[in-house]
Protein backbone atom coordinates (compact mmCIF):
# COMPACT_ATOMS: atom_id res chain seq x y z
CA UNK A 1 0.00 0.00 0.00
CA UNK A 2 0.66 3.54 -0.47
CA UNK A 3 1.13 5.16 3.15
CA UNK A 4 2.09 8.74 4.39
CA UNK A 5 5.94 8.79 6.08
CA UNK A 6 4.62 9.12 9.72
CA UNK A 7 4.36 5.22 10.43
CA UNK A 8 7.59 4.65 9.43
CA UNK A 9 9.17 7.38 11.45
CA UNK A 10 7.65 5.72 14.43
CA UNK A 11 8.88 2.57 13.63
CA UNK A 12 12.37 3.57 14.10
CA UNK A 13 11.67 5.49 17.00
CA UNK A 14 10.50 2.37 18.49
CA UNK A 15 12.75 -0.10 17.68
CA UNK A 16 16.44 2.39 16.65
CA UNK A 17 16.63 1.54 13.32
CA UNK A 18 17.02 3.81 10.12
CA UNK A 19 15.36 3.87 6.69
CA UNK A 20 17.19 4.53 3.74
CA UNK A 21 15.04 6.92 1.52
CA UNK A 22 16.29 6.62 -1.82
CA UNK A 23 15.51 9.21 -4.90
CA UNK A 24 14.23 8.46 -8.47
CA UNK A 25 14.21 10.94 -11.41
CA UNK A 26 12.85 8.92 -13.85
CA UNK A 27 8.82 7.65 -13.57
CA UNK A 28 10.14 4.50 -15.24
CA UNK A 29 12.94 3.79 -11.82
CA UNK A 30 9.83 3.24 -9.94
CA UNK A 31 9.12 -0.84 -10.61
CA UNK A 32 12.30 -1.69 -9.82
CA UNK A 33 12.75 0.65 -6.98
CA UNK A 34 9.65 -0.78 -5.49
CA UNK A 35 10.37 -4.65 -6.49
CA UNK A 36 14.10 -4.16 -5.00
CA UNK A 37 12.49 -3.40 -1.75
CA UNK A 38 9.93 -5.89 -1.78
CA UNK A 39 13.14 -8.27 -2.43
CA UNK A 40 14.25 -7.16 1.30
CA UNK A 41 10.99 -7.39 2.72
CA UNK A 42 11.41 -3.37 3.34
CA UNK A 43 9.10 -0.49 3.61
CA UNK A 44 10.31 1.99 0.66
CA UNK A 45 10.28 5.43 0.87
CA UNK A 46 10.80 6.77 -2.52
CA UNK A 47 11.56 10.53 -3.13
CA UNK A 48 11.60 12.99 -6.06
CA UNK A 49 13.09 16.32 -5.32
CA UNK A 50 11.48 19.48 -6.54
CA UNK A 51 13.35 19.52 -9.76
CA UNK A 52 13.40 16.28 -10.17
CA UNK A 53 9.58 16.78 -10.62
CA UNK A 54 10.19 19.51 -13.10
CA UNK A 55 12.26 17.02 -15.57
CA UNK A 56 9.45 14.11 -14.57
CA UNK A 57 6.97 16.53 -15.95
CA UNK A 58 9.05 17.11 -19.46
CA UNK A 59 11.28 19.88 -18.50
CA UNK A 60 14.78 18.91 -20.33
CA UNK A 61 15.98 21.66 -19.02
CA UNK A 62 14.99 21.27 -15.60
CA UNK A 63 16.66 23.79 -13.50
CA UNK A 64 14.19 26.08 -15.24
CA UNK A 65 11.21 23.75 -13.85
CA UNK A 66 8.13 25.99 -13.72
CA UNK A 67 5.29 25.05 -11.12
CA UNK A 68 3.14 23.60 -14.38
CA UNK A 69 6.37 21.25 -14.72
CA UNK A 70 6.44 20.05 -11.37
CA UNK A 71 2.73 19.66 -11.38
CA UNK A 72 2.66 17.55 -14.07
CA UNK A 73 6.14 15.52 -12.87
CA UNK A 74 4.47 15.05 -9.60
CA UNK A 75 1.40 13.43 -10.95
CA UNK A 76 3.59 11.08 -13.52
CA UNK A 77 5.19 9.65 -10.86
CA UNK A 78 2.26 9.84 -8.30
CA UNK A 79 0.42 7.62 -10.81
CA UNK A 80 3.15 5.03 -11.18
CA UNK A 81 4.02 4.75 -7.38
CA UNK A 82 -0.03 3.69 -7.02
CA UNK A 83 -0.04 1.80 -10.19
CA UNK A 84 3.37 -0.39 -8.62
CA UNK A 85 2.41 0.22 -5.22
CA UNK A 86 -1.25 -0.22 -4.41
CA UNK A 87 -1.23 -3.85 -4.53
CA UNK A 88 2.06 -4.16 -3.10
CA UNK A 89 2.80 -6.20 0.45
CA UNK A 90 5.09 -3.58 1.26
CA UNK A 91 4.44 0.17 2.37
CA UNK A 92 5.21 2.45 0.02
CA UNK A 93 6.02 6.33 0.76
CA UNK A 94 6.57 8.71 -2.21
CA UNK A 95 8.21 11.79 -0.56
CA UNK A 96 8.97 15.24 -1.98
CA UNK A 97 12.64 16.22 -1.15
CA UNK A 98 13.77 19.82 -0.84
CA UNK A 99 10.31 21.44 -1.79
CA UNK A 100 11.19 25.03 -2.44
CA UNK A 101 8.14 26.95 -1.79
CA UNK A 102 4.63 26.28 -0.57
CA UNK A 103 3.00 25.92 -3.85
CA UNK A 104 5.85 23.33 -5.06
CA UNK A 105 4.84 20.92 -2.03
CA UNK A 106 0.46 21.44 -2.99
CA UNK A 107 1.65 20.61 -6.68
CA UNK A 108 3.27 17.39 -4.95
CA UNK A 109 0.45 16.76 -2.88
CA UNK A 110 -1.99 17.10 -5.41
CA UNK A 111 -0.03 14.77 -7.69
CA UNK A 112 0.09 11.86 -4.67
CA UNK A 113 3.22 12.23 -3.32
CA UNK A 114 2.08 11.25 0.74
CA UNK A 115 5.21 13.42 2.06
CA UNK A 116 6.84 16.17 1.95
CA UNK A 117 10.11 18.04 2.58
CA UNK A 118 9.80 21.84 2.67
CA UNK A 119 13.12 23.26 2.47
CA UNK A 120 13.52 26.69 3.99
CA UNK A 121 17.47 26.19 5.39
CA UNK A 122 18.37 28.97 3.44
CA UNK A 123 15.62 31.55 5.10
CA UNK A 124 16.40 32.92 8.67
CA UNK A 125 15.24 30.98 11.35
CA UNK A 126 11.93 32.49 12.00
CA UNK A 127 11.11 32.63 8.17
CA UNK A 128 11.82 28.79 8.18
CA UNK A 129 9.69 28.23 11.23
CA UNK A 130 6.74 30.45 9.72
CA UNK A 131 6.70 28.62 6.19
CA UNK A 132 7.41 24.90 7.60
CA UNK A 133 4.52 25.89 10.33
CA UNK A 134 2.22 26.85 7.23
CA UNK A 135 3.21 23.30 5.15
CA UNK A 136 2.45 21.31 8.26
CA UNK A 137 -1.25 22.82 8.90
CA UNK A 138 -2.11 21.96 5.35
CA UNK A 139 -0.43 18.84 4.42
CA UNK A 140 -1.59 17.36 8.18
CA UNK A 141 -4.54 18.16 7.35
CA UNK A 142 -4.29 15.97 4.38
CA UNK A 143 -2.71 13.20 5.88
CA UNK A 144 0.40 14.13 4.78
CA UNK A 145 3.92 14.29 6.87
CA UNK A 146 6.61 17.26 6.43
CA UNK A 147 10.07 17.14 6.56
CA UNK A 148 11.88 20.61 7.55
CA UNK A 149 15.39 21.05 7.12
CA UNK A 150 17.62 23.73 9.47
CA UNK A 151 21.97 24.08 9.14
CA UNK A 152 23.42 24.44 5.80
CA UNK A 153 25.37 21.37 4.37
CA UNK A 154 28.41 22.15 2.30
CA UNK A 155 28.14 20.73 -1.44
CA UNK A 156 26.29 21.22 -4.33
CA UNK A 157 22.60 21.42 -4.06
CA UNK A 158 19.84 22.40 -6.86
CA UNK A 159 23.19 23.33 -8.47
CA UNK A 160 24.26 25.68 -6.27
CA UNK A 161 27.39 24.94 -4.46
CA UNK A 162 27.49 26.30 -0.93
CA UNK A 163 31.41 26.24 0.63
CA UNK A 164 31.02 25.93 4.00
CA UNK A 165 28.63 24.13 6.26
CA UNK A 166 27.06 25.90 9.44
CA UNK A 167 25.92 22.95 11.36
CA UNK A 168 22.46 22.83 12.82
CA UNK A 169 21.99 24.32 16.54
CA UNK A 170 20.98 21.48 18.81
CA UNK A 171 18.60 24.09 21.00
CA UNK A 172 17.41 25.66 17.99
CA UNK A 173 16.64 22.10 16.47
CA UNK A 174 14.09 21.33 19.42
CA UNK A 175 12.67 24.78 19.31
CA UNK A 176 11.96 24.01 15.62
CA UNK A 177 9.86 20.69 16.77
CA UNK A 178 8.48 22.70 19.09
CA UNK A 179 6.88 25.43 16.72
CA UNK A 180 6.16 23.53 13.55
CA UNK A 181 5.23 20.48 14.38
CA UNK A 182 7.31 18.75 11.55
CA UNK A 183 7.13 15.17 11.89
CA UNK A 184 11.37 15.08 10.86
CA UNK A 185 14.14 17.30 10.24
CA UNK A 186 16.94 17.28 8.00
CA UNK A 187 20.14 18.70 9.99
CA UNK A 188 23.56 19.57 8.94
CA UNK A 189 26.25 17.84 10.82
CA UNK A 190 28.74 16.33 8.61
CA UNK A 191 27.26 15.32 5.21
CA UNK A 192 27.05 17.14 2.43
CA UNK A 193 25.10 16.58 -1.05
CA UNK A 194 26.71 15.31 -4.17
CA UNK A 195 29.76 13.20 -4.75
CA UNK A 196 32.44 14.73 -3.57
CA UNK A 197 32.48 14.69 0.29
CA UNK A 198 36.04 15.14 1.16
CA UNK A 199 38.27 12.22 2.76
CA UNK A 200 37.51 10.46 5.44
CA UNK A 201 34.45 12.47 6.97
CA UNK A 202 33.61 12.83 10.32
CA UNK A 203 30.19 12.73 11.24
CA UNK A 204 29.35 14.97 14.03
CA UNK A 205 27.42 12.61 15.71
CA UNK A 206 27.35 15.02 19.53
CA UNK A 207 24.76 17.32 17.17
CA UNK A 208 22.13 14.15 16.92
CA UNK A 209 22.74 12.89 20.20
CA UNK A 210 22.01 16.57 22.04
CA UNK A 211 18.76 17.33 19.73
CA UNK A 212 17.45 13.81 20.81
CA UNK A 213 18.14 14.16 24.45
CA UNK A 214 16.28 17.44 24.92
CA UNK A 215 13.53 16.08 22.42
CA UNK A 216 13.04 13.04 24.90
CA UNK A 217 13.37 15.53 27.85
CA UNK A 218 10.36 17.54 26.41
CA UNK A 219 8.57 14.78 24.82
CA UNK A 220 8.03 16.37 21.70
CA UNK A 221 8.26 13.24 18.70
CA UNK A 222 10.59 14.26 16.35
CA UNK A 223 12.98 11.98 13.51
CA UNK A 224 16.29 13.48 12.12
CA UNK A 225 17.23 12.73 8.71
CA UNK A 226 20.75 12.65 7.20
CA UNK A 227 20.77 13.96 3.64
CA UNK A 228 23.90 13.46 1.37
CA UNK A 229 24.83 10.15 2.82
CA UNK A 230 25.93 8.52 -0.28
CA UNK A 231 28.94 6.47 0.19
CA UNK A 232 30.14 6.83 -3.49
CA UNK A 233 31.92 3.29 -4.10
CA UNK A 234 35.03 3.88 -5.44
CA UNK A 235 34.90 1.23 -7.59
CA UNK A 236 31.50 2.01 -9.36
CA UNK A 237 33.61 5.42 -9.70
CA UNK A 238 36.62 3.85 -10.79
CA UNK A 239 34.05 1.43 -13.51
CA UNK A 240 32.82 4.85 -15.04
CA UNK A 241 36.42 6.12 -15.45
CA UNK A 242 37.58 2.78 -16.73
CA UNK A 243 34.86 3.06 -19.42
CA UNK A 244 36.13 6.90 -20.43
CA UNK A 245 34.32 9.15 -17.73
CA UNK A 246 36.38 11.59 -16.12
CA UNK A 247 34.85 12.16 -12.79
CA UNK A 248 37.49 13.38 -10.09
CA UNK A 249 37.37 13.80 -6.29
CA UNK A 250 34.70 11.61 -5.91
CA UNK A 251 34.19 10.79 -1.88
CA UNK A 252 31.34 9.63 0.17
CA UNK A 253 30.39 8.81 3.87
CA UNK A 254 31.68 5.85 5.05
CA UNK A 255 29.23 3.35 6.04
CA UNK A 256 30.54 2.91 9.46
CA UNK A 257 30.36 6.56 9.84
CA UNK A 258 26.55 6.35 8.76
CA UNK A 259 25.60 3.30 11.51
CA UNK A 260 27.15 5.28 14.46
CA UNK A 261 24.56 8.03 13.55
CA UNK A 262 21.88 5.54 13.20
CA UNK A 263 22.91 4.45 16.96
CA UNK A 264 22.53 7.95 18.07
CA UNK A 265 19.30 8.50 16.63
CA UNK A 266 19.42 9.06 12.95
CA UNK A 267 15.97 7.66 11.31
CA UNK A 268 16.32 8.27 7.71
CA UNK A 269 18.85 8.19 5.15
CA UNK A 270 18.65 10.25 1.82
CA UNK A 271 20.70 8.42 -0.89
CA UNK A 272 20.67 9.82 -4.73
CA UNK A 273 24.18 9.99 -5.74
CA UNK A 274 24.49 6.66 -5.47
CA UNK A 275 21.85 6.05 -7.46
CA UNK A 276 22.76 8.33 -10.16
CA UNK A 277 26.69 6.96 -10.34
CA UNK A 278 25.40 3.30 -10.93
CA UNK A 279 23.10 4.27 -13.66
CA UNK A 280 25.34 6.14 -15.01
CA UNK A 281 27.88 3.50 -14.86
CA UNK A 282 25.01 1.16 -16.07
CA UNK A 283 24.27 3.46 -19.26
CA UNK A 284 28.37 2.94 -20.19
CA UNK A 285 28.46 -0.73 -19.76
CA UNK A 286 25.20 -0.97 -21.98
CA UNK A 287 26.55 0.86 -25.04
CA UNK A 288 30.33 -0.45 -24.37
CA UNK A 289 29.04 -4.31 -24.94
CA UNK A 290 26.10 -3.80 -27.40
CA UNK A 291 28.12 -0.97 -30.08
CA UNK A 292 25.36 -1.86 -32.92
CA UNK A 293 22.71 0.58 -30.33
CA UNK A 294 25.28 3.39 -30.81
CA UNK A 295 23.57 4.00 -33.74
CA UNK A 296 19.95 3.43 -32.67
CA UNK A 297 17.78 5.52 -33.34
CA UNK A 298 15.51 5.45 -30.49
CA UNK A 299 18.48 5.32 -27.73
CA UNK A 300 21.63 6.70 -29.64
CA UNK A 301 21.22 9.97 -28.78
CA UNK A 302 22.06 9.12 -25.09
CA UNK A 303 25.48 7.54 -26.37
CA UNK A 304 26.28 10.95 -27.83
CA UNK A 305 25.56 12.42 -24.68
CA UNK A 306 27.70 10.35 -23.01
CA UNK A 307 30.37 10.32 -24.97
CA UNK A 308 30.05 14.60 -24.90
CA UNK A 309 29.58 14.69 -20.80
CA UNK A 310 32.59 12.98 -19.55
CA UNK A 311 32.45 14.13 -16.07
CA UNK A 312 28.46 14.24 -15.50
CA UNK A 313 26.83 11.59 -13.18
CA UNK A 314 23.63 12.73 -13.55
CA UNK A 315 21.38 10.25 -15.66
CA UNK A 316 19.08 13.50 -16.01
CA UNK A 317 21.69 14.88 -18.36
CA UNK A 318 22.09 11.39 -20.62
CA UNK A 319 18.01 10.37 -20.89
CA UNK A 320 16.53 13.39 -22.40
CA UNK A 321 16.33 11.81 -26.15
CA UNK A 322 13.91 9.10 -24.35
CA UNK A 323 12.22 11.80 -22.30
CA UNK A 324 8.33 10.31 -22.98
CA UNK A 325 9.92 7.01 -21.23
CA UNK A 326 11.21 8.99 -18.32
CA UNK A 327 7.74 10.74 -17.94
CA UNK A 328 5.14 8.08 -18.19
CA UNK A 329 7.26 4.78 -18.10
CA UNK A 330 6.01 3.55 -21.25
CA UNK A 331 8.55 1.45 -23.37
CA UNK A 332 8.51 1.89 -27.17
CA UNK A 333 10.59 -0.68 -28.14
CA UNK A 334 13.44 -3.21 -26.81
CA UNK A 335 16.75 -0.57 -27.56
CA UNK A 336 14.58 1.78 -24.55
CA UNK A 337 13.88 -1.51 -22.59
CA UNK A 338 17.96 -2.43 -22.95
CA UNK A 339 18.36 1.33 -21.47
CA UNK A 340 15.47 1.02 -18.60
CA UNK A 341 17.51 -2.27 -17.70
CA UNK A 342 20.08 0.42 -16.87
CA UNK A 343 18.39 2.67 -15.07
O1 LIG B 1 19.23 16.96 -2.38
C1 LIG B 1 19.74 16.61 -3.37
C2 LIG B 1 19.08 15.84 -4.41
O2 LIG B 1 20.07 15.01 -4.92
C3 LIG B 1 18.37 16.76 -5.37
O3 LIG B 1 18.96 16.89 -6.61
O4 LIG B 1 17.96 19.17 -7.18
O5 LIG B 1 19.47 17.93 -8.77
O6 LIG B 1 17.12 17.13 -8.34
P1 LIG B 1 18.33 17.85 -7.80
P1 LIG C 1 23.56 12.40 -1.81
O1 LIG C 1 23.95 13.46 -2.79
O2 LIG C 1 24.67 12.11 -0.84
O3 LIG C 1 23.06 11.14 -2.44
O4 LIG C 1 22.35 12.98 -0.92
C1 LIG C 1 21.04 12.95 -1.40
C2 LIG C 1 20.08 13.75 -0.59
O5 LIG C 1 20.35 14.26 0.47
C3 LIG C 1 18.74 13.92 -1.17
O6 LIG C 1 17.96 14.77 -0.39
NA1 LIG D 1 19.38 22.91 2.30
ZN1 LIG E 1 19.12 16.39 0.51
Known sequence: PVIPLR????????????????????????????????????????????????????????????????RKGAKNIGDAVRKFGENSPIPIVLHLDHGRDFDSVKAAIDGGYTSVMIDGSSLPFNENIELTREVVKYAHARGVSVEGELGVLAGVEDHVFSEASTYTNPLDAVEFFRKTQVDALAISYGTMHGAVKGKNVKLRREIVIAIKECLKHEKIFGVLVSHGSSTVPKYIVDEINGLGGEIKNADGIAVSELKKAIECGIGKINVDTDIRLAVTRNLKEFFQYNPSKRESASIGGIYQLLEEKKNQIDPRAFLIPIMDTVMYGTIPD??????????
Open 7 to 70: PLLEATEKYNFAFGAFNVNAVAQVKAAIEVHEMFRSAAILQGADLANGFMGGRTDFLNSTLEDK
Open 334 to 343: DDVAGIIQCV
